[in-house]
Each structure stands twice: as structure tokens, then as C-alpha cells.
């Protein structure tokens, strides 16, 4: 059990690439961290670092009281779960298991013990005398996740382990790393491009882009209060709307595309600017006319899911979408009106894209 | 595959095939009629009655015996085996590092230096043969096997170290890394886990590099004098050709004998061979 600490990490490519900037991040013992960004974010270079796979350029990394910089991957303490599983083809689910703990010279019994034990919790026990190509996507995943487990390491890594499986077996595997997690208790480090997965299996999030570490924090806090516009686009499906909207001289008030919003005191001081209005789908409401102030619009299309209904539609050239309850009836081209939950409205500076 | 008309399937594809079978196999089987022909038949003219020139009517061995018995031959194909083996073991194991050394480890000049080891393939041997038997006659190899076990390697390590490149390259990087991870040291995941996976790529290179040093012919004419050091290519035709006579049904029968044991090698490995050619591995 450990904590890993990273400092001012940075990592710069020979051709000159930054990839990774000035990371710092704290990761509690027993803790699930995501590391989630678009590709080319700088989230696996930062997970092969820690891994030992790749040089640091800047920085410290500490496992547990540890500086790790120098040390080799065999010496971190660590198992890590890759994306294309990297099962080792020439030998069997048992052997690929057992290969880490062969290295290291424990007994055979204790070899034994620890491989039927991780089969077990994996559900893989028949699996055990196959050769890595006779099984489906599903199997050789957990036989990966089994082969990292059996080591009993400080720290869990895993590199978009989930990627390669079909979408339904994505979302079982994510539950089951979830439970797993739980049961073992390591330390994890785990990095996707996709936001459903790190929600779901984040104690804390990472959102990252452009080598930089946009914010920290935990699945609710980075939805509800996201630090700026990137975070804000990245978590939650469908993303954010972004409208651009002048506030009145006073400031108390935003006027968007015939509505006028109240604005939150904290913003009355930018009277007469211009800043970005952030609104989730599911802040809009659909109401019945009368109201004042509201947007009036033409859907141009319903995507019926079955639990909700998204309804997409232009407000002043700028696509939109709507959440609203699968009860509605709303069809393409029908004439609607909607009205913002001033509670749940998000603005951003339009220069620096900073949450105001 | 899709459906078509069966004319065209005879046209397009058994046809050319057919053809294609006979121009490559034609001449391995004058080969082995002529290797048990009498030679009151192989000199016989096409127009004598009862003339039968593809055919034999009376085969024999006595060719296979008068090879055996009156020429050196069981000794040029002790020779060319132990040259072939032991080239093969040197160009493999120098190929086998070098190309995993350049197909995954990036060190000042490594590009430079795998276009180089290339470039030294392209020399042609008939160029090559000219200093290189001054070497041998400086370090005084000539006339041993020596001579030809280490001037093959220089035409076959280049080959076998691009080969295995190409094949190392298509190993996923994540195997090893995973092994780094699980505790092996670098030459310890080369050795425990890159090395298996490419037994198909090295099989190739080692066919490749036994079938090349196996009829090899310049460098064994050149560097071998004496009839008991000759190989097989070198021996059939400098001990079976006498002036303008030429001895057909031992030339052939000392052809088809030595092209025998690189058959078998080949009929072994051949899926190996083509596995490692074509390249392909699933993590």
C-alpha cells in the first residue's frame, strides 16, 4: 500500500515535443485516480513515467517514502494493465500469471496459491491451460488485470485497459474493476480518453490537456463545478452548451437571444462585458409559452434514447441540446420554448476560458 | 472469395497455375529422370525408335553408385553441411541481437547504422570475392573450412539482421515493456519473452541463411582447392565435368542428392517460413 506523489513532472520529446508540464499531483494510499483527456494530452506519458517506461525530463516521482526517477520498472513495485493487454502469446493464461512471481523467485506453492487465487476473484480458473489467442477480448482482459493482481503490488496502472472491448462489455468490465478495487484496496492509477469511464471509476479525477493538468477533483465537483470552459466541454455526455451573452451595465443581468438571465452576484462587477454562458442539457426546460423571457426555437432533431430525450436545435446559429424527460412530445421542426435553471448556469471568461 | 462464373475460374486461375507448376517443377524432374537414366538412353537421339525422352524405360542406380563410390562426393556433402550449419549458427546469433538492437533501441546513428548493414547486402559477391580472398590467404584460412564459414556471414548477417528487424518491429512494444514491469531486465525480456515470439521470423532468417551457404558457389570456388574440401555445388560440377565431357547422370544425381537435405529442412519449417516472411503476431 502507497501513496505516489508527482512533482513539477515534465516531459520533453528529443524532437522537442513538451508532452507532460509541470504535473504535480498527490495520490492517496488506497486511492482510484483517472487521468482522462483528449488524445495527445499527456496522460500515458505521464502513466509510463510512473511506470519507469519512459525518462523523465523534470521532476520527482515518489511511491510510498520512494524517489522512483532512477529506478528500474521491475524495482517500483508496480503492475500495470495495458491497452492491447500485452498477454505474452507463447505461453499459457497460467504461465503469463505466474511469469512476474517466477521473476522474482517465489516458491512454487506460493506461485500456485496466488495464481488459483486471482483466477478465482477474475472468474478465469478454466482458462488457466489456454494459450493467450484462444481467448475472446473479454478473457484476455481479465487475464491481464489477473496477471498484474497475483503480484500483490504497491500500485495498480492502468493504460485505457478498457478500449479494446466492445461497448457492452465495457461497461460490465467497468463495474467489475470497480468491485475489484474495492475488494483489494491498491493504490491506482488509471488513464482513458473516455469521460463515462473516468466518472464511474474515479475516486478523483484528473482532467488534462495539452500536457497540463486542467483540474482535480472528484466526479461531482469537476460536473458541477468545472475550473474552466475545457473541463466544462470534457465531462458530461452530451457536453456543455456554450453560448456567448453581454452582460447589462449593471451587471445583474445577461441577455441571450431573447432571454434575459439573471446573473450571480459574484459577476455584477463585469457590467457591460461580454463572457461565455456554459448551460448542461439538462438545465434547459421546456415550457409551455406564456413565461417571459424565454428561448423560442425550432428542434431540428430528437434523439429519442428511451430514458431521456435529447433535442437538438440552433439558438442564434449556435447548436444546442436539450435533456428533457422521455414523456415529452416533441417532434422534428416543432416550434418550442425553453427556459434556463438559473441555479445551474456556468460562465466563463471568453479570453481564458476560466470559470467566473 | 466471390463468386464467379466456373469458365472464368478455369481461365484466370487453374490455367496460369498449371503453367505456372510446370515452369517451376520441369526442371526438377529432368533432374531426377536423368539421375536414373542409363546412358545408353541419355545419349541416345530423340528420333531411334522406342525413343522415349521424358520417360525412362530402364532405371537405374548405377549413376547414384558411381557417385558415391568414384568420386568425393560423400565428403563435399559432409563439408557443405558443416559449412552451411555453422554459418547459419554464427549469422543467426549476430543477426538475431543486431536486428533486435536496431529494431528497438535508439542510440546515436542507429538509422545510419541500418541502412549501412543494408548497403553491405547490395555489394555483389563477385565484387566482394576479390579482397576477401586476400584476407584469407593473409590469415592463411585457405583451403579450410574456415574460409567459407566466415565469408558467409558476411553476405548472410546483413540479410538476417534486416529480416529479423522487420519481424522484431512487429512485435508490440507493450510485451516487453509488461515484462520489464513483471520483473525481467531487458536482456531478460529479450531472452524470455521477444526471442520466443519471433521463432517464426528466426526459423526464416535460419532457412534463408542455410539454403544461401548450402549452394553457395563463388566463394567455395575460389577459396577451396582440394577436391576433399569442396562442397557440394563446387565438387559436382569441377570433378564432373571433364574438359568437354559431361557426366549427366552423376552431375544429376549428385544435383538431386544435395538438394535433398534443404527440401527436408524447408518441408519442416515451411509454415514457420511463411509466417515469418508475411510477419504477424497477436499480443
Known amino acids: ?34 487521468l482522462v483527456g483528449p488524445s495527445g494530452c ?12 519512459e525518462e523523465i525530463t523534470a521532476g520527482e516521482i515518489r511511491i510510498g517514502e520512494r524517489v522512483v526517477n532512477d529506478l528500474p520498472p521491475m524495482d517500483r513495485d508496480i503492475a500495470m494493465v495495458f491497452q492491447n493487454y500485452a498477454l505474452y502469446p507463447h505461453k499459457s493464461v497460467f504461465a503469463n500469471m505466474a511469469f512476474g512471481l517466477q521473476m522474482r523467485d517465489y516458491p512454487k506453492d506460493e506461485i500456485q496459491k ?33 496477471r498484474a493482481i497475483v503480484r500483490h503490488p504497491e500500485v495498480f496502472l492502468f493504460d485505457e485497459p478498457l478500449s479494446n472491448l466492445d461497448a457492452k462489455l465495457r461497461v460490465q468490465m467497468r463495474v467489475e474493476l470497480k468491485r475489484l478495487h474495492e475488494r483489494l484496496e491498491t493504490t491506482a492509477i488509471y488513464v482513458t480518453h473516455d469521460q463515462v469511464e ?44 456554450f453560448v456567448e451573452v453581454s452582460l447589462s451595465g449593471d451587471g445583474r443581468w445577461a441577455e441571450c437571444q431573447g432571454m434575459r438571465l439573471q446573473v450571480p452576484e459574484r459577476l455584477h462587477r463585469l457590467g457591460g462585458k461580454r463572457v ?41 446559429g449556435v447548436p444546442m441540446v436539450a435533456r428533457v424527460d422521455p414523456g415529452t412530445r416533441v417532434r422534428a421542426h416543432d416550434a418550442v420554448r425553453f427556459t434556463l435553471d438559473p441555479a445551474r448556469l456556468h460562465f466563463f471568461d471568453p479570453q481564458s476560458e476560466a470559470a467566473l | 472469395m466471390l463468386i464467379e462464373r466456373k469458365w472464368k475460374k478455369w481461365v484466370y486461375f487453374y490455367l496460369p497455375m498449371a503453367v505456372f507448376i510446370l515452369f517451376t517443377l520441369f526442371p526438377f524432374y529432368w533432374m531426377a529422370i536423368t539421375a536414373f537414366r542409363p546412358d545408353a538412353e541419355l545419349y541416345a537421339t530423340w528420333r531411334q525408335p522406342n525413343a522415349a525422352p521424358l520417360w525412362t524405360l530402364q532405371p537405374t542406380l548405377e549413376h547414384v553408385k558411381g557417385l558415391l563410390q568414384t568420386t568425393a562426393f560423400p565428403t563435399w556433402l559432409w563439408n557443405t553441411m558443416l559449412i552451411a ?9 549476430c543477426g538475431t541481437f543486431a536486428g533486435y538492437a536496431l529494431a528497438r533501441l535508439r542510440f546515436p546513428g542507429s538509422e545510419f547504422l541500418g541502412t549501412a548493414i543494408f548497403i553491405t547486402y547490395l555489394v555483389p559477391q563477385t565484387l566482394l570475392f576479390i579482397p576477401l580472398a586476400d584476407i584469407i590467404r593473409d590469415m592463411q584460412l585457405g583451403n ?56 517464426p521470423g528466426i526459423l526464416s532468417a535460419g532457412i534463408f541463411a542455410f539454403t544461401l551457404s548450402w549452394n553457395e558457389f563463388i566463394y567455395a570456388l575460389v577459396f577451396m582447392a582440394s577436391a576433399d574440401q569442396k562442397t557440394v555445388p563446387v565438387g559436382v560440377v569441377s570433378e564432373l565435368i571433364r574438359g568437354d565431357i559431361f557426366f549427366w547422370g552423376q552431375l544429376m544425381a549428385g544435383a538431386l542428392l544435395g538438394s535433398v537435405p534443404v527440401a527436408i529442412v524447408y518441408s519442416f519449417f515451411v509454415e514457420y517460413y511463411v509466417t515469418g516472411l508475411t510477419g504477424s503476431v497477436k499480443g
Not at chain 1, 515534465?10 to 482510484?32: M, P, Q
Request: net charge positive; charged share 20%; with cysteine.
Open chain 1, 114 to 146: 496466488r495464481v488459483r487465487e486471482a483466477a478465482e476473484i477474475l472468474g478465469i480458473e478454466a482458462l488457466l491451460e489456454r494459450k493467450p489467442r484462444q481467448l475472446s477480448g473479454g478473457q484476455r482482459q481479465r487475464v491481464a488485470v489477473g
Open chain 1, 1 to 34: 500500500m502507497a501513496n505516489v506523489s508527482i512533482r513539477q513532472l515534465n516531459k520533453k520529446y528529443d524532437n522537442g515535443f513538451h508532452a507532460v508540464k509541470d504535473v504535480n499531483l498527490e495520490i492517496k494510499d488506497k486511492e482510484f485516480l483517472v
Open chain 1, 198 to 241: 473516468a466518472m464511474t471509476l474515479g475516486t478523483r479525477v484528473v482532467v488534462m490537456k495539452d500536457g497540463l493538468v486542467q483540474q482535480v477533483g472528484e466526479p461531482l465537483e469537476l460536473y458541477g463545478r468545472p475550473a474552466n470552459k475545457f473541463v466544462a466541454g470534457f465531462i458530461g455526455s452530451p457536453a456543455m452548451n
Open chain 2, 144 to 199: 579450410t573450412p574456415w574460409a567459407l564459414m566466415l565469408t558467409y556471414p558476411t553476405i548472410l548477417i546483413p540479410f538476417c539482421t534486416w529480416l529479423l528487424m522487420g519481424y522484431f518491429k512487429t512485435i508490440p512494444r507493450e510485451l516487453e515493456e509488461c515484462a520489464r514491469i513483471d520483473g525481467a531486465t531487458r536482456f531478460g525480456a529479450m531472452v524470455r519473452i521477444i526471442f520466443p515470439v519471433a521463432v
Open chain 1, 276 to 316: 461565455t454562458l456554459g448551460v448542461r442539457p439538462e438545465a434547459l426546460r421546456l415550457v409551455n409559452g406564456a413565461e417571459a423571457h424565454c428561448l423560442a426555437t425550432e428542434v431540428d432533431v430528437v434523439e429519442p434514447l428511451g430514458n431521456e430525450i435529447l433535442l437538438n436545435f440552433r439558438a442564434g
Open chain 1, 42 to 53: 499527456g496522460k500515458t506519458t505521464t502513466l509510463r513515467m510512473v511506470a519507469g517506461l
Open chain 2, 85 to 93: 550449419i555453422v554459418s547459419t549458427v554464427i549469422s543467426l546469433v
